[in-house]
């Protein structure tokens, strides 16, 4: 009897279908309080940190705040490597500190980054985190195989009506450079091993013609997706736009621009082409000429969603160096990599040069000093080219022929700047502060030294919000003699807890607990809430009140109240448009401050 129930429990392990589980993040989330007030008298400002799903390496930054338009056209550090133009810029920040799940905290002393005391006022500080200790998580085995992120692959995490996507999705495609790509869809959060669940379209071009670099999805529809196309021949390049056909071939549209393509831009045999980027007002595309001329030449094409050029701006006085070239490097660095959020469009290459720039605020403007925001080149340590004492072309930015690599280029809902980064050392990825300050070089857990591609930020607010990369990151690809090596880890988009928060820290006096009676705040009612709360509170005088909602970013999201009250009030919050989870809501009067907690449900 014992013998035949133990055959029988055998046998149902047999036929028993498999279901194999959907891919479901851990994600890392910090939480810190929006405002926090200090003296700037020269003692330790301890921060507390709540850090909720993963381990977090955290670095911790201060800016300026509200100093901007007096910040312009500034270069300095080593060499000149910083320029910053109309953006509020670093202060101070830290080496990366490892923080627990659970509480944690940060401390300052209030220098600066030169050891300086930084002066009383109010002041930005980030604080970006990753995951360094865990394993990766994986989301599907069959995008990012090697070199198969050098054409349009994106994380989506806004759909086209602004708001998060409950399963964001990625895109890519299958070749650098072709004339009929496969384009890739897949929804995060699918069975990461079910292969039927990859979407793909096909985008054929006509004889002569090729699709190069990233594409983009019509961020106002996405049924629909625009690409770069060029002819060596005619030595053109432009922007087309499709319609995503699943299975099949993807539709030109024709009444985009003149038949389906946009006004073309000069364009040389061999250049590289970054592909194509949208703020969602104008498309933008790029052209370098890294190996294709020995004079300056570099560009970027801002056009109209229908195609027609507004501008091109001659990237030459930027990308183009000829004392690098009487050196033994090249003439033009690129820009042959980049990415786009939040209206600012990340410049990237083979090269040690980086860059951000603001197409929108030079339209504004018209004035072309507008279009760069910020540049970081040779000086600063992080992706520097032939900074060693041994170099044979001792600080020459503009040569792709030397470490460190960059592929990839990507940016997280703060402006964070990351690429990948391998020279032979167990580093991941590099990493620019939003004003483009240099941070360093960081590792993902188990690093090894060896080729890197793939690196993306989701931070959207979404259920998926991470890093996603390949796993050459860690094992993968490797160069052995006779050529590239790819073993069982190589294939797949896999992922890494992030997460990066902004808030402020100010010399204005903060209430605590034991305030003063005649100033107080209550807790919102009811909490947690959906989708309406009241917020009460007492001010001892008729004075001038805000109260301010900031998401867990530190980011304000609403203001309820700016302007005169009368002692004893209420406000309430209508949080219909917004998405679950939690928020913090600040009251202001008359020199007293307090900030609480808030959870909405949905």
Same mark, same amino acid.
């Given at each position: 009897?014992?013998?035949?129930?133990?055959?029988?429990?055998?046998?149902?392990?047999?036929?028993?279908?498999?279901?194999?589980a959907?891919?479901?993040?851990?994600?890392?989330?910090?939480?810190?309080d929006?405002?926090?007030?200090?003296?700037?008298?020269?003692?330790?400002?301890?921060?507390?940190?709540?850090?909720?799903?993963?381990?977090?390496?955290?670095?911790?930054?201060?800016?300026?705040?509200?100093k901007a338009?007096?910040?312009?056209?500034?270069?300095?550090?080593?060499?000149?490597?910083?320029?910053?133009?109309?953006?509020?810029?670093?202060?101070?920040?830290?080496?990366?500190?490892?923080l627990?799940?659970?509480?944690?905290?940060?401390?300052?002393?209030?220098?600066?980054?030169?050891?300086?005391?930084?002066?009383a006022g109010?002041?930005?500080?980030?604080?970006?985190?990753?995951?360094?200790?865990?394993?990766?998580?994986?989301?599907?085995?069959?995008?990012?195989?090697?070199?198969?992120?050098?054409?349009?692959?994106?994380?989506?995490?806004?759909?086209?009506?602004?708001?998060?996507?409950?399963?964001?999705?990625v895109?890519?495609?299958t070749k650098?450079?072709?004339?009929?790509?496969?384009?890739?869809?897949?929804?995060?959060?699918?069975d990461?091993?079910?292969?039927?669940?990859?979407?793909?379209?096909?985008?054929?071009?006509?004889?002569?013609?090729?699709v !190069?670099?990233?594409?983009?999805?019509?961020?106002?529809?996405?049924?629909?997706?625009f690409?770069?196309?060029?002819?060596?021949?005619?030595?053109?390049?432009?922007?087309?736009?499709?319609?995503?056909?699943?299975?099949?071939?993807?539709?030109?549209?024709?009444?985009?621009?003149?038949?389906?393509?946009?006004?073309?831009?000069?364009?040389?045999?061999?250049a590289?082409?970054?592909?194509?980027?949208?703020?969602?007002t104008?498309?933008?595309?790029a052209?370098?000429?890294?190996? !294709?001329?020995?004079?300056?030449?570099?560009s970027?094409?801002?056009?109209?969603?229908?195609?027609? $050029?507004?501008?091109e701006?001659?990237?030459?006085?930027?990308?183009?160096?000829?004392?690098?070239?009487?050196?033994?490097?090249?003439?033009n660095?690129?820009?042959?990599?980049?990415?786009?959020?939040?209206?600012?469009?990340?410049?990237?290459?083979?090269v040690?040069?980086?860059?951000?720039?603001?197409?929108?605020?030079?339209?504004?403007?018209?004035?072309?000093?507008?279009?760069?925001v910020?540049?970081?080149?040779?000086?600063?340590?992080?992706?520097?080219?032939?900074?060693?004492?041994?170099?044979?072309?001792?600080?020459?930015?503009?040569?792709?022929?030397?470490?460190?690599?960059?592929?990839?280029a990507?940016?997280?809902?703060?402006?964070?700047?990351?690429?990948?980064?391998?020279?032979?050392?167990?580093?991941?990825?590099?990493?620019c502060a939003?004003?483009g300050t240099?941070?360093?070089?960081y590792?993902?857990?188990?690093?090894?030294?060896?080729?890197?591609?793939?690196l993306?930020?989701?931070?959207?607010?979404?259920?998926?919000?991470?890093l996603?990369?390949?796993?050459?990151?860690?094992?993968?690809?490797?160069?052995?003699?006779?050529?590239?090596?790819?073993?069982?880890?190589?294939?797949?988009?896999?992922?890494?807890?992030?997460?990066?928060?902004?808030?402020?820290i100010?010399?204005?006096?903060?209430?605590?607990?034991?305030?003063?009676?005649?100033?107080?705040?209550?807790?919102?009612?009811?909490?947690?809430?959906?989708?309406?709360?009241?917020?009460?509170?007492n001010?001892?005088?008729?004075?001038?009140?805000?109260?301010?909602?900031?998401?867990?970013?530190?980011?304000?999201?609403?203001?309820?109240?700016?302007?005169?009250?009368?002692?004893?009030?209420?406000?309430?919050?209508?949080?219909?448009?917004?998405?679950?989870?939690?928020?913090?809501?600040?009251?202001k009067?008359?020199?007293?401050?307090?900030? $609480?907690?808030?959870?909405?449900?949905?």
């Open positions: 009897m014992k013998k035949i129930l133990v055959l029988i429990v055998a046998l149902m392990f047999v036929i028993t279908p498999s279901f194999a959907n891919f479901s993040p851990t994600l890392l989330k910090l939480t810190v929006p405002v926090i007030q200090y003296d700037f008298d020269g003692s330790e400002l301890k921060i507390p940190v709540q850090v909720s799903g993963t381990n977090a390496g955290v670095v911790f930054l201060v800016f300026t705040k509200g338009n007096s910040i312009a056209d500034i270069r300095n550090g080593f060499l000149g490597w910083h320029y910053v133009n109309k953006v509020d810029t670093c202060v101070y920040f830290s080496q990366l500190k490892g627990g799940v659970g509480k944690g905290e940060i401390v300052w002393n209030g220098k600066d980054q030169d050891g300086g005391t930084v002066p109010e002041y930005t500080y980030y604080m970006w985190a990753f995951d360094n200790l865990g394993a990766k998580q994986k989301v599907n085995n069959f995008m990012a195989n090697a070199w198969g992120w050098e054409i349009g692959c994106e994380v989506v995490g806004i759909d086209d009506k602004g708001l998060p996507l409950a399963h964001p999705f895109i890519d495609g650098i450079v072709t004339a009929s790509p496969t384009m890739r869809k897949w929804t995060i959060g699918n990461p091993f079910d292969e039927t669940l990859m979407e793909t379209t096909k985008v054929k071009q006509e004889t002569g013609w090729k !190069s670099g990233d594409y983009v999805m019509d961020p106002k529809d996405y049924n629909y997706f690409v770069n196309v060029s002819s060596n021949d005619a030595q053109v390049a432009g922007v087309s736009k499709y319609k995503w056909v699943p299975t099949a071939d993807a539709e030109l549209q024709t009444g985009f621009g003149n038949e389906g393509f946009s006004d073309f831009y000069s364009y040389i045999k061999g590289y082409i970054p592909g194509v980027e949208t703020d969602g104008y498309l933008f595309t052209d370098s000429n890294i190996t !294709s001329s020995t004079t300056p030449d570099a970027f094409q801002i056009y109209d969603m229908d195609g027609t $050029m507004v501008s701006v001659d990237l030459t006085k930027w990308w183009s160096s000829p004392e690098d070239y009487a050196a033994g490097g090249q003439m660095g690129g820009p042959n990599i980049w990415s786009a959020r939040k209206g600012k469009v990340f410049l990237s290459g083979w040690c040069f980086l860059q951000m720039v603001d197409p929108a605020r030079y339209l504004e403007s018209g004035d072309i000093d507008d279009f760069v910020w540049t970081n080149t040779n000086g600063d340590y992080t992706f520097d080219h032939n900074f060693e004492a041994t170099a044979e072309r001792r600080w020459v930015c503009m040569d792709y022929a030397v470490g460190v690599f960059k592929e990839g990507t940016e997280d809902g703060n402006l964070f700047f990351s690429a990948n980064a391998y020279d032979g050392g167990a580093v991941s990825f590099g990493l939003p004003d240099g941070l360093g070089y590792a993902f857990a188990g690093e090894t030294a060896g080729f890197k591609i793939g993306m930020f989701l931070q959207d607010k979404t259920p998926f919000d991470g996603y990369c390949d796993n050459t990151q860690a094992g993968g690809t490797t160069y052995q003699e006779g050529g590239w090596k790819e073993n069982e880890y190589t294939k797949g988009l896999f992922f890494i807890g992030h997460d990066s928060i902004i808030g402020t100010t010399s204005a006096v903060n209430v605590s607990e034991n305030s003063p009676a005649v100033f107080s705040v209550a807790q919102n009612s009811p909490n947690p809430f959906n989708p309406t709360t009241t917020i009460n509170f001010i001892a005088k008729a004075s001038n009140v805000s109260v301010e909602v900031y998401n867990v970013a530190g980011q304000k999201v609403s203001t309820l109240a700016d302007g005169m009250m009368d002692a004893g009030h209420s406000v309430v919050w209508d949080a219909t448009s917004f998405s679950a989870g939690v928020y913090f809501y600040t009251v009067s008359d020199g007293f401050s307090k900030t $609480m907690k808030m959870t909405l449900l949905k």
